[in-house]
């Protein structure tokens, strides 16, 4: 272990594209202290352009991430200073994920020309969006013909939210797309891409996290599944994965140095080093100092379920029914794996916006108060109004014959994908209140978290804690007390504000040599716990109870036909 003063003098930076914003730190490699932040919002996203909810349509607009990424670095190094800002060696980001986009041979998102600018279709595809449910179930049913399972690093079910049922839809729907697309390109790849400033998509290096995790690609079957597989699914995909390359690295090597112009943008040297991009949730896990055994629990507008296992542990072992599984993709040596529920943070997000309609449709026409008072009025309302429903829900008598809902506001994600089933709260009455209503959610999102550890432990890999992070966890106690009661596990939450900012400066300084290792930078870089919730046993026994009801409740919506 090398000495912390060889270290003092060396800052990274650590970019989170996340689904409504871009944060943005610098670390010291030190100790992990977080010396300048910037958080900025996605105009055209705040404001939903190109996207359609009623269809499951989230797009969002290249210019939000380039402005972004301008924006955050340019006031994290005027914040430095020009001395400080000079001790910059590498810079890595994270991205939402499968967050795609039709390029073409130079590598270039087809709405920045001028012809796509409006086209929805021509932009990132975010994550969530699921107009290609049909073509993710094909794939799923496509993979039964052949002698090798393509899906087992999937968990045997292709969905919606990843790499090649999109690309496949985009095909199928946009002419126009179609013969302007090379090929199909993840946001976290792209960053990199474009910063180092390469001009063929010869020379963009794929992220193994991204690539091993939704789009197929193993060593298995040395990279990609053969052109047969594609090509027999439909013929518009014929000859596709020689448009991607065999070119992929662990988000702990190097992608490039900052090119001139770049330099020039964001006020750094061009010897800054671009670490490869990878999502998110693997950065955030790697940014809470994820072990193995320990699941962290990312939770933003998705939740993202993070698990690391000694290779040795598994052998050959393929975990059915989650997000995905892969080698040395987050931590090397480790076994990767991934599950998640499609709407955390978001479900919260949903009940707000039903309990604010009348501020946003009434108060804002009202002819009493000036329109700079409404405004005001309506943020702090809505800013408030979670965390008093929590303090009035954890007030409220708990009985078995509460409400109860079922989380899957946008389906569920883990375990078993099945993107168009639907949520419901069941057991309403005229004394039903709003808080009764969080509390339900509340609830469900928890049970929704326990269905995926009880997946892992049926197959044999046990969970001994839950590892927080996100705004949710550091945010809102009733909610993470509730979490360690009905998993029966303590749950830590990360100290660090920006966990997948913080783990992609830990990648940063590891592609470029400061550390030998991501274990390594985690113990010198990470910020440690600030609060842990244990289980208390009776409330474990209570909601239990309330659990198999949830499970029950889901099945019957699984077989109804809304």
Request: net charge negative; with cysteine.
């Amino acid at each position: 272990m090398r000495n912390v003063l060889q270290q003092k003098d060396n800052f990274v930076i650590g970019v989170d594209f996340g689904t409504d914003s871009v944060r943005a730190i610098v670390a010291n490699t030190a100790d992990g202290e977080v010396l300048a932040t910037s958080v900025f919002e996605y105009p055209r996203w705040k404001e939903q352009l190109y996207c359609n909810p009623d269809k499951n349509q989230f797009r969002q607009h290249p210019l939000d991430y380039i402005e972004g990424l301008k924006a955050t670095i340019n006031t994290c190094v005027t914040e430095l200073g020009p001395e400080a800002a000079a001790k910059i060696k590498a810079l890595s980001l994270a991205t939402t994920g499968p967050t795609t986009v039709p390029v073409d041979e130079s590598g270039i998102p087809l709405s920045l020309y001028e012809e796509f600018a409006d086209d929805p279709d021509g932009m990132f595809w975010l994550w969530k969006d699921h107009t290609s449910n049909k073509e993710a179930e094909e794939i799923t049913e496509h993979s039964k013909k052949f002698s090798i399972n393509y899906l087992k690093p999937v968990g045997g079910i292709y969905t919606a939210e990843w790499f090649w049922a999109k690309w496949l839809h985009v095909l199928r729907i946009n002419l126009r797309i179609r013969n302007a697309c090379y090929s199909w390109v993840e946001h976290c790849d792209w960053m990199p891409f474009l910063l180092s400033g390469k001009n063929h998509i010869s020379e963009l290096k794929r992220s193994h996290s991204a690539a091993s995790f939704k789009a197929l690609w193993n060593n298995s079957w040395n990279g990609w599944p053969p052109n047969e597989f594609f090509a027999s699914l439909d013929p518009l995909l014929d000859g596709a994965t020689k448009r991607l390359f065999n070119n992929l690295a662990a988000p702990h090597n190097v992608a490039g140095y900052l090119s001139k112009d770049w330099s020039i943008n964001l006020g750094l040297d061009t010897n800054v080093l671009i670490g490869m991009g990878s999502f998110d949730c693997y950065t955030g896990a790697v940014g809470a100092q994820i072990q193995p055994y320990h699941l962290v629990k990312n939770m933003g507008t998705s939740s993202c379920d993070v698990l690391i296992v000694p290779k040795c542990d598994l052998k050959d072992k393929w975990v059915q029914g989650i997000s995905g599984q892969s080698m040395d993709a987050i931590v090397p040596g480790t076994m990767g794996l991934l599950a998640g529920q499609s709407a955390f943070g978001d479900a919260y997000n949903w009940l707000k916006k039903i309990l604010c309609w009348s501020l946003e449709h009434v108060l804002a026409a009202s002819s009493l108060i000036n329109d700079d008072y409404k405004r005001k009025l309506i943020e702090e309302v809505a800013n408030k109004i979670l965390p008093e429903l929590a303090l009035k829900a954890m007030e409220k008598p708990k009985t078995e014959k509460d409400e109860l809902a079922v989380d899957w506001l946008n389906g569920r994600r883990s375990p078993d994908a099945e993107h168009d089933v639907k949520a419901a709260f069941v057991g309403l009455n005229l004394s039903t209140d709003a808080p009764s209503l969080f509390n339900a959610l509340a609830e469900a999102t928890c049970y929704g978290a326990k269905a995926i550890i009880d997946r892992f432990e049926e197959e044999g890999l046990p969970i001994i804690s839950i590892i927080g992070a996100g705004g949710i966890a550091k945010k809102n106690p009733y909610i993470m007390q509730m979490l360690a009661d009905v998993v029966n596990l303590p749950v830590r939450i990360s100290k660090a504000q920006y966990t997948s900012a913080l783990g992609a400066a830990m990648f940063a300084a590891t592609a470029s040599g400061i550390f030998t290792s991501i274990e390594e930078a985690m113990q010198f870089m990470g910020q440690g716990f600030e609060t842990e919730y244990y289980p208390d046993k009776k409330r474990n026994e209570f909601y239990a109870k309330r659990y198999q009801k949830y499970r029950s409740l889901g099945e019957y919506l699984q077989g109804a036909n809304f």
